[in-house]
């Protein structure tokens, strides 16, 4: 049972708070529910009068092509950037585990990428990528592969893919580490009197043990890639070519800033928040719990 | 089975050497127990053997086969952890059977030999449980099945029984010492709790600061420790060391005492008594102001200092004796039950 501890009532403790709860309540719960409410609306066309129509705007993307084209793909490219970064990640950290020697320089070296910005990760991949300047192609052009992600849309999606894995393994790295190193070392000894090379001790016990933090993580990634990468996008192909890299966080500044449609835009980010709620809940509700082995 | 020889061996970490030129030959089918304090170098010294660590200088070899190079798997050896090491997310079944998996060895012979070792340590009820379901003695002995199931040629055991309370550690000694006559397996046991060492050891080595100080049988170390710190570390409770003179076959104690036993030691040396070699005489040389009495039961331990001296002495003593504080008691010791050191090397003046 918990103790009932009294304390003399005072503003201060109201006090202290009161700028988080102001801060949460004018950048998250005011901009959240108006977009609530605009979801509601259909506007017309001049801008000049609007309707409420309750869910005709989510009916409607229910049905829309180019939406579920585009969930589909923001599905694919979750998968892709998560199982991309994390497995980097988790091979990096298997190694960084091995080492003695400099490992506080590699972690920090390791640790860089996630201290830059969106749109400047995107930017560095873009200048790396550019079909005319660019080192990639070039050195691509000998392997017979003719780059340009300006033009083709698989190419540009898996360019957004690269840059966006890029920038979480920083992030993975340190979460897989830090699970690697709270396994025994004896553990990994004991391994290795019975037998087992650093392959199959990987394999048999390391991949196993950080079970949790996988699942963890699997939940971080499919968040960063659905909510985060709009910078990268952005910076990298602005959907394009043919809508090709138009992800779901995308396609709500699309429609709505640049066609306007801020009632279907709207009642996109209404669709976004509650998958992002959904996701927050899985998360605590299974990873506070630990992971059976 | 195999012999192991330890030859010249060094272990350095950056620049500071921890073990000192160890060289000791163990015999097979021998239990060795290596015991010293904590920090002395004894686990580093089973993890060379093991192939945990690097040697940095020296040679080992098990059986005739240098194994300075080769990996902990080639070297044919099981070890127990003093944290049991057991893998937590397989049941115990698995955790025994991995190293056989591992050797592709035919899945009935797997299954025959998990369920023998299983006998042997009554586990087989926890066979399909996960080791965090098991108690301590019961994952104690799961790693020990792991070991015995592989049938290596030599068992390591780095402090295996130190998680366990004291019942459980004085049962499990005596079943680990069983297990290794039967198996006649080479073990090397480390530990730094002396009665552990002298209760299971064929042979102890006593490590001091990364120097091998002895290495016996528990009787020769007992009997003629050949260092003052051997002298002190085996026994409990621990020897009493007196200054004393030599001289003529005699020795002379800080008070002017006279003892007969000195061998051919001359000059000022240390005395060494065992407590329990303290015998009560009224006209005995050594006099002791008694300070207190530990009752014990079966004995009685008679705590005082020399007479006219600071020198502790601890006298063991069959039975109950008590006196008052204060009051001089008489001792003497038999010529064969002394050890005479010398003070500057700490060495044991030979007879
Ligand atoms: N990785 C290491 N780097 C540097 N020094 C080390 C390392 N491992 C051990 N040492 C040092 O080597 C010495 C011997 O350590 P070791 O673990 O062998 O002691 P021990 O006899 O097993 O002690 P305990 O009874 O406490 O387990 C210690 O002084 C320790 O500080
Ligand atoms: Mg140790």
């Known amino acids: ?293 | 089975m195999a012999s192991i020889t330890l030859k010249d061996l060094v272990k350095t970490y950056g620049d500071v050497e921890v073990l000192h030129h160890v060289d000791g030959a163990i015999e097979d089918g021998e239990f060795i127990v290596i015991v010293g304090p904590s920090g002395c170098g004894k686990s580093t010294l089973l993890r060379m053997v093991a192939g945990l660590e690097t040697v940095t200088s020296g040679e080992i070899r098990i059986g005739e086969k240098v194994v300075n190079q080769l990996e902990p798997a080639d070297r044919d050896i099981a070890m127990v952890f003093q944290n049991y090491a057991l893998y937590p997310h397989m049941s115990v079944r698995e955790n025994m059977a991995y190293g056989l998996k591992i050797r592709k060895i035919g899945k009935a012979e797997i299954e025959r030999r998990v369920q023998e070792a299983a006998d042997i340590l009554e586990i087989g009820p926890y066979l399909d449980r996960k080791p965090r379901q098991l108690s301590g003695g019961q994952r104690q002995r799961v790693a020990m099945g792991r070991a015995i199931v592989r049938n290596p040629q030599v068992f390591l055991f780095d402090e295996p029984l130190s998680n366990l309370d004291a019942k459980l550690r004085v049962q499990m000694r005596l079943e680990i010492r069983k297990l290794q006559q039967r198996l006649g397996v080479t073990s090397i046991y480390v530990t730094h709790d002396q009665v552990e060492a002298m209760t299971l050891g064929d042979r102890l080595m006593v490590l001091n600061g990364g120097y091998v100080e002895q290495f016996g049988t528990p009787i020769e170390l007992y009997d003629r420790p050949a260092t003052l710190f051997v002298a002190g570390f085996i026994g409990s409770p621990s020897m009493n060391f007196l200054p004393a003179t030599a001289g003529g076959g005699a020795l002379i104690l800080g008070n002017g005492a006279s003892l007969q036993g000195a061998g051919h030691a001359s000059g000022s040396v240390t005395l060494g008594i065992r407590p329990e070699h303290l015998l009560p005489d009224e006209n005995g040389p050594i006099r002791v102001s008694v300070q207190l009495f530990e009752q014990l039961g079966a004995n009685t331990l008679v705590h005082g200092v020399l007479e006219g001296t600071e020198t502790d002495v601890v006298a063991s003593l069959p039975g109950h004796v008590s006196a008052d504080p204060g009051t001089i008691m008489g001792f003497t010791a038999p010529a064969k039950d002394l050890h005479v050191f010398d003070p500057a090397t700490g060495r044991r003046v030979e007879e």
């Open chain 1, 1 to 293: 049972m918990l103790k009932r501890v009294h304390f003399p009532t005072s503003l201060l403790p109201y006090l202290l708070v009161a700028p988080q709860v102001i801060i949460t309540l004018v950048f998250f719960v005011w901009p959240a529910s108006q977009a609530v409410y605009q979801s509601f609306l259909i506007e017309d066309a001049f801008g000049i009068s609007t309707e409420f129509v309750w869910f005709e705007n989510f009916i409607y993307l229910a049905t829309d092509e180019q939406y579920l084209d585009s969930f589909g793909r923001t599905i694919f490219f979750s998968v892709c950037v998560a199982v991309l970064s994390m497995s980097a990640a988790l091979i990096l950290a298997g190694f960084a585990d091995r080492i003695v020697r400099g490992a506080t320089t590699y972690r920090t070296l390791l640790i860089w990428p996630y201290a830059v910005a969106p749109v400047l990760a995107g930017a560095l991949w873009v200048f790396m990528f550019n079909p005319t300047l660019g080192i990639f192609p070039y050195l691509l052009e000998f392997v017979g592969v003719d780059w340009n992600h300006y033009l083709n849309g698989s190419q540009a999606m898996m360019l957004v893919i690269f840059a966006a894995a890029w920038k979480q393994i920083a992030y993975n790295f340190l979460f897989y580490l830090a699970a690697m190193q709270s396994i025994p070392r004896s553990l990994i000894e004991a391994a290795a009197i019975d037998g087992a090379g650093p392959l199959r001790r990987f394999r048999d016990h390391i991949f196993p043990l950080v079970s949790p933090t996988t699942f963890f993580l699997l939940v971080i990634n499919a968040v960063y890639a659905f909510f985060d990468t709009f910078g990268i996008i952005h910076a990298v192909t602005q959907g394009g070519p043919a809508n090709a890299t138009t992800i779901l966080v995308y396609k709500v500044f699309n429609d709505g800033f640049v066609g306007l449609d801020l009632g279907g835009s709207a009642a996109q980010s209404v669709i976004l928040m509650i998958l992002v709620i959904a996701m927050t809940v899985v998360q605590f509700r299974y990873v506070e719990r630990k992971v059976e082995y």
